[in-house]
């Protein structure tokens, strides 16, 4: 096999089980996250968003990788580490979760799956929350176990990936609903499949528990969906930009809170249990948040890919905040972005600059999300 001579591979930054089946059909460049290589191309961005948003893509997402807390103690940790309320979740759930720091800053959001009353896992975004979690529980009274399991996870999102899954596995799978997870195998390849995803399309994530069969894995998913449209793809800035999907570290860090990003229903301050950043998050609250996310349709050329910048929102030459994330959508033949700005600022329909080059650029504040999803239909 040939490699592309600018990539170099070492063994610093690990690989997933899906890494050359990625270099056999066509990946073009690499990000790293979480210490992993994760395919960020297969050429044109806006490909990849059609062919998410018209037939289905399968996207190695194998770098979101999973902190398992098991144990006496698992729920009463898991809970310690978040403020939204898990009182009621029953194992095959999954919920989209805030992890906070003690002064409610954001440290990740992860996808948390509870597998059984005693055994979760936090499927991560990009930070080293199985540090974070080690210092609460060596530093707590715990009994619980701590490990990174033999699990990766694959995307296969879009509207066709219903049609997929059923090439896979039948009517199996069929019943399965939004935000739950099911234990399965495919052809005796271990599995657990999520009806989850990040691209506010409906979708499927696959979690290999068995690393020496991502190859087979990944084979057996596109020869089954090719012929019904499937494409390897990545996780698409567009798209996730239209959905208003945050992207930890480009959107949200330990400096921003789940208010100032419009997350407050991921919050119980009420429930009973002390978990990390109640208190400070119970004062932001009472107080109001110093920022509030905002979307704002900024007026010029279409934008030749995504910012790799922050980019200064003023009003009449002061800064008042920042661009986080910045595309072109071709649907909706805007120019969209999502943005941290003074609350007093973030009123709908208002008129604000952003410091593109040497001419800003006028920006209307609009509400979110700039495009419904269809996630949860299919």
Known sequence: ???????????????????????????????????????????????????????????????????????????????????RDLSDMQPGQCKYVMLVDEKGGLLNDPILLKLAEDRFWLSLSDSDIML?????????DFDVTLGEPDASPLQLQGPKSGDVMHELFGDRLDDLKYFHHR????????????????????????????????DELWEKVMTAGEPLGLKPGHTSTIRRIEGALLSYRADADANTNPYELNMGRLVDLDMDADFIGKAALRRIHDEGPARK???????????DGANEDYWDVM?????????????????????????????????????????????????EVVELPFYAGNETSG
Not at 14 to 32: C, D, H, I, M, N
Request: charged share 25%; glycine share 8%; with cysteine.
């Open 183 to 214: 234990r399965i195998d495919l052809d005796s390849i271990p599995l657990i499949v999520s009806r989850t995803g990040w691209s506010k399309e409906f979708g499927y994530e696959l979690f290999l528990l068995d690393h020496t069969r991502g």
């Open 132 to 140: 974070w979690a080690k210092g609460v529980c060596v530093n707590g």
């Open 1 to 83: 096999m040939t490699r592309p001579e600018d990539y170099v591979f070492g063994t610093l930054v690990r690989k997933s089980p899906y890494f050359e089946a990625t270099l056999r059909w066509g990946v073009k460049a690499f990000s790293v996250y979480n210490h992993m290589y994760l395919p960020r191309s297969y050429g044109d961005a806006q490909e990849n968003f059609w062919n998410l948003v018209n037939d289905a893509i399968l996207c190695d997402v194998g770098a979101e990788r999973q902190v398992e807390i098991a144990g006496p103690d698992a729920a009463r940790f898991v809970q310690k580490l978040t403020p």
């Open 293 to 303: 996310q905002v979307g704002l349709v900024i007026d010029c050329p279409p934008l």
């Open 315 to 363: 009003e009449d030459g002061d800064t008042i905040g920042i661009v986080t994330s910045a595309v072109y959508s071709p649907r909706l033949d805007k120019n969209i972005a999502l943005a941290l700005v003074a609350t007093d600022q973030a009123e709908i329909g208002k008129v604000l600059d952003v410091a593109l080059g040497d001419t800003p650029a006028r920006a």
